[in-house]
């Protein structure tokens, strides 16, 4: 499915000093473990080093420290400094997603105000609404909804069934995963004084930087006033809530089912494993990690490691033992504290 | 892209005390921090209250409380018991949301046997099934799905890609958000003794009120036998699951992620905030509220707010030391309960 | 809607000892509470029980340990070891989930080169991308979409708007619900040592075994090197999140907003219970339950049922008062450790 390049193409794009036969044919990347005739592999991980004694990869990259482990291999060596950045910048290169043609589908219905730039593909079923604008070299799959004044910069690619609604503004290289919602109304509602909820309607915007990728089934909503704002290089994975007028500062990462409720802001370089959430209104600095599963209940202003989640596994039986206790912690910590003053 | 209106319409529309000139003209709508000429604001937080003193809104909608605040804000005011209330209620005015125009996309494909009522908007590639129901008003988007004898109420607006499967049923005035699927199988499978699942069809439905709000990426499933029951005035937030046959009482909110397992029932003007979950078979009732990240493990009868998740953010470190002491917290109540003992 | 049988076939299907006329026609099914004449019923949960008295359904299906229920109930009697697995295997019979004829609509989009079987029924708008094989007796509702070189084996049923990439192979039977995704990229990126993220191409595929159901907006996404597999018999509801090149085994389940992250493996007959998830790079063993909301942060080596999220509901202030003590938990240990030390 993809082609072949000779391993002095890929020393030469990678910076690696090449131990091997330059003329070498790789038309595949695999794992160190799996990875073999014609078949680039690399060592990034000590826990997978003595795999490579023994790996039939034809090449395989990998740090200067790791030489003493070839053992029994006999393949070429590409050697980096940073291997799994290097695996990284090779992978598109054995990428066998289809490339769409450049074109119009008949059966997209593009809105005659339309602008769509050079080289633009639109695949089947498209709709793009008023005043859209799609960038040159912009890939938007099946099914696709882009709408009323909408933009898309340069090189954006659009799987399959995601919705854009109107009013967003979405930077160069985009990678957005089907099912993806980008601009649906935040979740605002005021009591009407009478049991039932007043609609509030969101006449804001998104916002999205540069080279972001959103994944699969991600939501992020339009705000209530002014916009929802994602920096530049953010990537989010699956199933992420961003609601309105919330704030991701550049290059921070959102793992699958995180979330950042409406109004907060998360600071730049930060990154929110799976389902680590925060709650509305607060503000967390640059360079925080969140780890699995916690709530971000206050703001952070210091930069580190936060956590509030993940309690320790157990059988079940176990479990409930213990966790029945918490229903008695502050009973415990006062009683305690009586024993501490009757024994001084 | 809105409209202007005079402050003269806005407070009439409003039954609000206007001080200032009735024709000033009023474009938009814009936080007290950022609202300039043409734009209304509103102060309903008293956190916000310093910023009227310099704000340079053309109008502000606020409480009579808080005149003595104005200091050097020379704008309009518009004087109203429940300022937020009311900026919920002009907020549709300044919705730039493009209406779409009414008729059939010429790419829709409705059945025959589909009635669809006056004024109603069909848009690009949406597909209406045999003998379904779209009353007047209705505006449903590109992409859309309606099944076979599935209905939809009066004036009720269903965005790009929604997916409504056959015998739902949904009231007036319904706003639907993109990736919604509403309709599908609930998950029922019975072991068949040999290892296995036995899939049961899901012969119910989904009855749906009147004035409901569904986000995007949520699921209401359809009934295994008898319906699935979302009641009237209910707001749903994005990526929220609600099971096979769950009852939700009128007024209820579902914040993001917050779910409902198979059978249970939601009482009237219950929230539940992001990620509040209830398990399957319990019942709570009205006006209960559960707190972030909570899990309902058994019914609730009497109103309030109950909480079982979100434990205090910690830096990680702390965080470990601590919850691996949750492992040892039955032993640690029995051991404090013999020094008790022992003391006495 | 759907068709009448006699009480004989019935139980001619279901293997069941029939007490009653054979000729009585069944033209529903309904719950023991619910139902009517003319419709079946189930006794399989001893809560309910005490609902056969009064039932007024034309005929229970029950078993032998509940005929002294019987009571004043007159309807006819199904008698079957196993009534649950019995109901549903009849539940097929009741679904009035509308059959889409076979054949292409004129406006689905099938590339020349994709294979399309006998008797599939293709929807309006559907695309097929080039060299995708759709097995025979397959039913693709409206707006979806199937990548190039998918396949989609024998019987399988897709509803309306979900979304398959390029190279994902589904076996037969598979059910997938509305807003599902399969074969987006995994979340993978390599810090590139300035602050941003280089994107990993994810080049392997997705292989799906035969029978397996998949909800409303789960996603499962594509390998980075290698495949993900899901096993044969797995049912999976709505909201679920498989990660790149995890493997699930045979008939394991996985309720909404369970989860797995990269490259873990779960074993077969597993159960994971709503919002239960495992991190990344772990291996739980077959036979495995793991309940509401924990997170699996280890490998599993030892089947069983396993916990660690569920701490009990309280009244808000009483579980702020307790858990605001876990981060004392610590201290309080040593402090007990102490004082034990003290009196001995």
Not at 233 to 251: L, T, Y
Request: with cysteine.
């Amino acid at each position: 499915m993809s082609e072949s390049y000779s391993l002095d193409e890929v020393a030469a794009f990678l910076n690696a000093e090449l131990r091997g036969d330059p003329l070498t044919q790789i038309s595949g990347l695999n794992t160190l473990q799996n990875a073999g005739s014609g078949e680039l592999a690399f060592l990034a991980n000590e826990k997978y080093a003595s795999q490579l004694a023994n790996s039939t990869a034809e090449a395989v990259i990998l740090s200067a420290r790791h030489i003493p482990n070839i053992d029994n291999y006999s393949g070429a060596l590409l050697i980096l400094d940073n291997p799994y950045l290097g695996y990284a910048q090779i992978s598109k290169w054995f990428d066998p997603a289809p490339q769409a043609p450049a074109g119009v589908h008949p059966s997209a219905i593009v809105d005659v105000s339309a602008r769509i730039g050079a080289n633009v593909s639109i695949g089947a079923n498209v709709v793009v609404d008023a005043d859209a604008v799609i960038a040159d070299n912009c890939c938007l799959a099946p099914g696709c909804y882009i709408g009323s004044r909408s933009q898309l910069g340069e090189g954006s690619r659009i799987s399959a069934n995601v919705s854009i609604y109107h009013d967003v503004s979405i930077g160069s290289g985009a990678v957005i995963h089907s099912g993806a919602v980008i601009g649906a109304d935040g979740f605002g509602f005021a009591p009407d004084g009478a049991g039932s909820w007043q609609k509030i309607y969101q006449i804001g915007g998104v916002v999205i930087g540069d080279n972001v990728e959103i994944g699969a089934c991600t939501t992020i909503d339009r705000g209530a006033l002014g916009d929802t704002r994602i920096g530049n290089g953010v990537i989010i994975d699956n199933h992420v809530q961003i609601a309105h007028n919330v704030v991701v500062g550049d290059n921070s990462a959102m793992a699958a089912y995180s979330g950042i409720a409406g109004s907060s802001t998360l600071g730049r370089n930060c990154i929110l494993a799976g389902d680590a959430c925060l709650v509305g209104h607060i503000d967390v600095c640059d360079n925080v990690q969140v780890m699995a599963r916690s709530l971000v209940t206050k703001s952070i202003e210091k930069p580190g490691s936060y956590s509030s989640g993940a309690t320790p596994l157990m059988e079940t039986r176990e479990w409930r033992k213990n966790a029945v206790r918490i229903t008695q912690l502050d009973s415990i910590a006062r009683r305690l504290k009586t024993l501490e003053n009757n024994n001084n």
